[in-house]
């Protein structure tokens, strides 16, 4: 078809282009350029993390006196069946809030028969970093909020020792510090002192029907229950709004991103050009940006990356029904807002696209975290963005095509400064405030 002649494109065109470069200021002018327009709207998404979102299934989220209360809870050791496990014991702070291994130490009752050959968990440590922007949690999304995803290890026989609810409410009605701090925020405590009407241990345990955990829930009234779940799911609330706090957002790459958003020579320094040659591979060429988008470098949502592993995970096929069927999840009667928590769950179902699907995780202080992927299955970051670059190894999908994975084929200096780059997400200061005194001396 002949183009038509439009005697004011030109004009147009040169009024664009003085658009477009008008508003930067010289300083910033070269730096820009390095990056193409869809390359630097993409950057200025990446940065920078803003508050942590409001959680209204949680009316404790936001209050100190709670985060307080749930600080203290998780690095209680009393909490755990026989007293050696706290939450820090896998989310050791010093390590990044992980435990540094590919796959976990397994933790039961020492009393229980096998317990000494337990061995090792099947998915490794996540970090708490930046998890209060998070939509789901664990690796398959079977909990909805922060504070019911807290209530799975509590009573996870392979997490902690065998804890259960029932314990949990004598610890905290038998220690007069926390019972003060715990009454001030949610009001009395039933009268636990009647250990036959409240036993001192015990939760529901559908897999275990005859078991004593069963019985002695079991013995109890409904309304009992009741009561003592409403303790528990406080205990969860308190720990979540104590891990809101985990919050990194001062990295070399956020004062780079800054810098490019201000024109500042001085914030541009930031970054050296292997790093900003990395960035442009991550938001272009290298595709990363397809998944790790946002300021905490995720979309909140499940992908398969057909990582070889030992054991096969269904991921998020069966966690989707889990989080349905939870008693805690947010739209259940323990959520402080259930009609928010219901638009959360709305429509959701399994389908065959989601086995082996896993969260996409952050990237924030990413360098600290290894081992890498669900079962640590990667030692380095070099790994990991060489798998991403050839695929190689990859296990056929069962189900349907992922198709923001594809290999794209990164040369060797390319991989170095896309390493380069995910080095510069680094910043921990926010941990040192949130050890306990006794724990930061030792
Ligand atoms: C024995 C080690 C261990 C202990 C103890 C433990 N966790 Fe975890 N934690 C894990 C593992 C493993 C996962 C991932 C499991 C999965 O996805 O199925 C996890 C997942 C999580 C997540 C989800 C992170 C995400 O990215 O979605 C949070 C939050 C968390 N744990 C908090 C806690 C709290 C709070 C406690 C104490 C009540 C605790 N953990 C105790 C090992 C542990
Ligand atoms: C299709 C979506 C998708 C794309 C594209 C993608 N990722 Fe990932 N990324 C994920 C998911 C999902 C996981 C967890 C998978 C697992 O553990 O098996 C992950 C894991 C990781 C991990 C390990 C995190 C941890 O805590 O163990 C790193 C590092 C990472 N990705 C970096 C990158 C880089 C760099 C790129 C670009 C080269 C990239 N990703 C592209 C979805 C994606």
């Known amino acids: 078809m002949e183009k038509k002649f439009k005697p004011g494109g030109a004009f147009q065109l040169a009024i664009g282009i003085l658009l ?44 100190e006196k709670a985060a307080a209360l749930g600080k203290s809870l998780f690095f209680d050791k009393r909490l755990s069946g026989a007293g050696d496990v706290s939450c820090a014991t896998c989310h ?33 440590v996540p970090t708490l970093w930046n998890l209060g922007y998070n939509r789901w949690f664990f690796w398959d999304g079977r909990m909805d909020s922060m504070w019911s995803q807290a209530l799975g290890p509590f009573e996870n026989p392979k997490e902690m020792q065998g804890g259960s609810r029932l314990q ?6 038998g220690d007069k510090d926390l019972r003060k ?19 001192l241990r015990g939760c529901p345990m559908p897999d275990d029907p005859k078991g004593a955990f069963n019985s002695a829930w079991q013995s109890m009234s409904k309304e009992d229950q009741d009561s003592i779940n409403r303790v528990y799911s406080n205990l969860g609330k308190s720990i979540a709004a104590f891990e809101r706090k985990i919050v990194s957002r001062h990295s070399k790459f956020d004062t780079y991103a800054e810098g490019l958003l ?39 949502s499940f992908h398969n990356l057909r990582v070889p592993s030992k054991n096969e995970d269904m991921g998020r096929f069966a966690g989707i029904d889990q989080v349905k069927e939870n008693l805690f999840n947010t739209a259940g009667p323990f959520s402080d807002d259930p009609a928010q ?22 990237l ?3 360098d600290t975290l290894g081992p890498y992927m669900h079962q640590g299955q990667m030692a380095t970051l070099r790994d990991v963005v060489k798998y991403y670059s050839t695929l190689e190894g990859a296990v ?7 198709h923001l994975l594809v290999a794209t084929h990164l040369g060797d200096a390319e991989i170095d400064d896309l390493v380069s780059f995910l080095r510069t997400l680094t910043d921990e200061s926010a941990t040192a405030s949130l050890i306990p005194a006794e724990l930061a001396k030792k």
């Open 262 to 300: 201000e024109n500042k020579p001085e914030k541009l320094a930031a970054f050296t050009d292997h790093e900003k040659n990395g960035l442009k591979l991550f938001v272009g060429k290298a595709k990363c940006e397809a998944c790790h988008s946002g300021p905490n470098f995720t979309d909140n």
């Open 341 to 362: 928590g219901k638009q959360r769950l709305e429509g959701l179902k399994a389908k065959p696209v989601n086995r082996g699907q896993l969260k996409t995780p952050g």
């Open 20 to 63: 477009a470069f008008s508003w930067i200021p010289a300083a910033g002018k070269d730096e820009k350029a390095l990056y193409s327009p869809e390359e630097l709207e993409k950057i200025n998404e990446l940065s920078p993390v803003l508050k942590v979102p409001k959680d209204r299934t949680n009316a404790y989220a936001d209050n």
């Open 168 to 173: 949990h409410a004598h610890v905290i009605y």
């Open 396 to 402: 056929p999908l069962k189900g349907p095509d992922e």
């Open 92 to 124: 050791d702070p010093s390590h990044g809030w992980r435990d540094g291994k590919a796959l976990p130490k397994v933790f039961m009752d020492p009393r229980m028969p096998g317990a000494q050959s337990a061995g090792l968990g099947k998915r490794k």
């Open 364 to 366: 924030r202080n990413i």
């Open 181 to 199: 701090q715990y009454e001030g925020l949610f009001g009395k405590l039933p009268d636990l002192s009647d250990t036959k009407r409240f036993p």
